[in-house]
Structure formats: C-alpha cells, structure tokens
C-alpha cells in the first residue's frame, strides 16, 4: 500500500519533497493535501503539477492535490488520513505542526532545524515520548558523498581516536547575504544562524565523531550587516527593501525579485496574502541575528571544538579538521552559492578546493580521491529523499537516517549558543531539555 502525506509549508525547500513524493517515488508515496498560510503559493504548485516545470522537462504532468489554508491544518488531517506529515514551513512552526499531527496519530519527516528553542523542543519530546510516533529530522548533509567519506575515514581509525576539531563555516555575501533578507533575520523565527544555519553543521559534527555536546560558550556579533556597513559602501539613501531602493544600482546586495521569474511567484506575486517580503534590506537597524559566532564546545566524549561562522565572506564553504592520538584529518569543501527559491540547484559541491587530507603523526601526509557528488547540498538531497521515500533502500552503514535525538542534540549546540552570548556563561546543553533520546548514530 502507498503511504499517504501531506506537507505544511509550500515555499522554497518544500519543492524537493512534494517533487520527490509525485515524480520520483509514485509508486510508493501519494501527496493527499498542501497546507500553508499563503494561498498563492499552493495554487502555483498545483499550477507546476498539471502544467511542469521548464527546470525540470523529465517531469510529467501529474494530478493537482487538494490545498488547505494554516487554519484548516486539523480538517486537513482529518480528512486525508496521511500516515506521514512533512513539515517544511519557517523554523518556529515546526513545533506546532509536529506536535498536532502526532496528536492525531500521524509520524512527522521535519526540515532541519527540529525547532528554534528549549521550551519547544522540550515540548516535541515529550509529545513523541507520550503518542510513540515516529519523527524524521532531514539532515541531507550527512548524506553527502565527501562528508560520508570523512566519516568512514574517521571510523576506520585513520587519526586513531579524536581529541579536538576545529571547524569554519563560510556563508559568502550572496547566500549569506540572504538570511538578512527574510523571515531569520529574526531569532524569534530562526533562532539565529546558530540554530538555523549551524544546525546542519553541529549535526555533522556529532554524527562525524559520535557524541553529543556537553558545554558550550559564544560569543557572537552582528558586525557587516549593520547600516555603518551601508555607510562604508556610500548607501546613504537606503529604502526598507530592494523594491524601488534608490540605492539600487550602487548596492552590491540589491536583489531584484522581479528579474528572476521563480523569485517572482514564489514570493513577489504572493506578497498581497500574507505581507512576507523576500527583499528586505540587509543593512537593516530592525535586523536581530549575528552575522559572525564563535563557539567553544566540549563533547561527552572529551573532544573539544572551535567553531567560527562568518555570514560575509568572498567564498562558501567551510574546512575541518579532526586531530587525533594517530594524526590529524583536514577536509575544505567549496559549495557553489544561491538564492534559496531562485530555481537554481541549491549548494553544489564544487570539486576544484574540495579536499580529504590524510596527516599521520611521522609520515607522509596523503589525500583521498573527492568523491562524484550530483544535486543539491553536496549531493545529498538525493540520497535522503531514496532513504525517506524507498522502502526498498539498503541498511545503511554510516547511519544517517536521523530521528529525535539527533535533531534534538544538533539544535541544543546552537540553543546554548544563544544562551552564552545573552548571559556570557558556558552552558551545558543537558541542562536546557531532558529526556533527550541518543542519537540514532549511537543505536545499533
Ligand atoms: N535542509 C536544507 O538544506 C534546507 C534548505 C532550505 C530551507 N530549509 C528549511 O526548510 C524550511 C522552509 O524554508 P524555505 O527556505 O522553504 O522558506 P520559505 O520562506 O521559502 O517558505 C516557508 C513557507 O512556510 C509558510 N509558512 C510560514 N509560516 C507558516 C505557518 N505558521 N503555517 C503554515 N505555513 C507557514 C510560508 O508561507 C512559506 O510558504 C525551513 O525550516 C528551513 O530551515 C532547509
């Protein structure tokens, strides 16, 4: 029998799962209903369903699938019966729908990050622990063929056991730029970058070494995009958004919504529904996350990491490197950059930069061959979509599959990030949330 889902959250990141359930994986899955809170862009996906999409001429016209307002969210439940619900809409919802859809008996897949804060995270456990249902948090990094290697590399006990990581994550002026722009230049959204973005990043690092984070300290700063920064580029006369910004033809950021037809109806046409704005200024006074972190965290294990995230560097990607009893591994990967709806395939791996180096205490050093990767993310996407949607897909050995523990412990980092840079303690993790499950990469 096909499993039944539906989605809430029909925006830029939810086309991957609703095109995977409809054209890649039919014969297994069914979309019984969209939900949103912004009627425009339901109807362009059904619009996309019936008519296809130039980006993609392989995909057949298929059938429309019944639409329901944030409101009707329950009636959809009710009506649809969906084994599954796909969670894809802005961070600080995710809560919400997860805990709703498995009060009424349905599992949960949710986007990265599980949730923005402790008090819903701590909600989340405790309804899973309560209903028993399954949740599915989508870290398609892990799934990534470079980072899959740093892993088996890493488990083969290349650098024998690890004692300390240190870890820098480059967002560069165009899709770092373009958190400031929209709904995460809030934390009451987004948690900030160290929830949102880092999310994806603490993740990697409990998964590569096998632990959980025990303290953490940050300090952090909003210091690029800020109006002195405007100043700096002689952007006196700056408007609140790109539209109509007498600055426009001066500023390196100015991001033209109406050029690009995805950006467009994505956003632009549906701005009249709900007021959500893609374009704002990046300068903006009113902005309320930090574009430059540094954390310290020390690990159950005993590992210690340094962890930098800059928003506005010249290139994207970032470089780790893992330093054990036998050596040390240091990996760089390069990420081709986008503007996350613009129709393009977002975070490519590109191969020239990208590296796996091997340095054995007293030997030689030597790199491994970089792996193909096509598709988003590194080539990610594509495997975690086969691991959520194929009943078929082989066992995997690296265990990326990851549920509650994992989206928990992956957002507990950043959570306490948070906390030290309000309060400018260390904070342990464990001390936010209890009853956190172990990551299923520590399961057998
Ligand atoms: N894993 C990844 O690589 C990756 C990449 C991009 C985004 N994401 C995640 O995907 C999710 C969506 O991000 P996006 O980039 O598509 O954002 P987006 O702004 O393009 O889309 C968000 C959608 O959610 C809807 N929405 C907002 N509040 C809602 C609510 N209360 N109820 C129902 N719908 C609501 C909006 O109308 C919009 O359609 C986020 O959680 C984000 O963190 C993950």
Redesign the pocket.
């Known amino acids: 029998m096909k499993k039944r889902y539906v989605q ?7 086309y991957m799962y609703s095109d995977a359930i409809k054209h890649k994986y039919p014969e297994y899955c069914q979309l019984a209903g969209l ?4 009627r425009h ?1 339901m109807d362009i996906r059904n619009k996309r369903f019936t008519e296809g999409d130039a980006h993609f001429p392989e995909y057949k016209p298929v059938s429309p699938v019944k639409t329901y307002t ?1 409101d009707q969210f329950d009636l959809m439940l009710e009506e649809q019966k969906p084994d599954t619900v796909i969670v ?4 600080s ?2 809560d919400e729908y997860i805990i709703r859809a498995m009060n009424a008996g349905c599992d949960v897949i949710c ?3 599980l949730t923005i804060d402790s008090q819903r995270c701590q909600k989340i456990i405790d309804t899973v622990g309560r209903t028993g249902r399954n949740l599915k948090v ?1 870290f ?1 990094c892990r799934y990534s063929p470079v980072r899959a290697l740093v892993k088996q590399t890493l488990m083969d006990g290349a650098v024998g056991d690890i004692l300390s990581v240190d870890f820098f994550w480059n967002l560069n002026t165009s899709h770092g730029a373009d958190y400031f722009r ?2 995460h230049r809030q934390k009451e959204n987004s948690g900030g970058l160290l929830v ?1 973005k880092a999310t994806h990043h603490f993740d990697l690092v409990n998964w590569w070494i096998a632990a959980v984070p025990e303290e953490v300290y940050c300090i952090a700063g909003r210091q690029f995009y800020t109006p002195a920064q405007a100043e700096r580029y002689g952007l006196k006369n700056r408007g609140k958004r790109c539209r109509n910004c007498p600055e426009s033809k001066k500023c390196k950021f100015y991001l033209d919504i109406e050029a690009n037809p995805d950006l467009k109806s ?1 956003y632009l046409d549906a701005e009249k529904y ?1 007021g ?1 704005q893609r374009d704002l200024c990046v300068f903006d006074e009113e902005i309320g996350i930090e574009d430059s972190m540094n954390a310290t965290v020390r690990y159950d294990t005993g590992v210690m990491m340094s962890y930098a995230l800059n928003a506005f560097t010249p290139w994207e990607g970032y470089s780790i490197s893992f330093n054990g009893t036998l050596g040390r591994l240091e990996h760089t990967c390069v990420e081709r950059v986008y503007i ?2 613009d129709g393009s395939t ?1 975070g490519e791996l590109i191969k020239k930069g990208t590296s796996v180096t091997v340095h054995p205490h007293f030997a030689e050093p030597y790199a491994l061959p970089i792996p193909e990767a096509r598709g988003g ?1 590194g080539g990610g996407d594509d495997p975690l979509l086969a691991d959520i949607f194929n009943p078929n897909a082989p066992k995997d050995p690296l265990k990326r599959a990851a549920g509650l523990g994992d989206g928990a412990w992956s957002i507990l980092t950043g959570i306490a990030a948070n906390q030290s840079i309000r309060t400018g303690l260390p904070v342990r993790p464990a001390d936010l949330v209890h009853g956190i499950p172990e990551p299923s990469f520590r399961k057998d």
């Open positions: 809430v959250g029909i925006g830029g990141r939810s939900c949103d809170t912004n862009r944030a894809t809409c802005m961070d919802a995710h986007e990265k990050p989508t398609n929209r709904w949102h994505l709900d959500y996350n709806g977002p993310h």
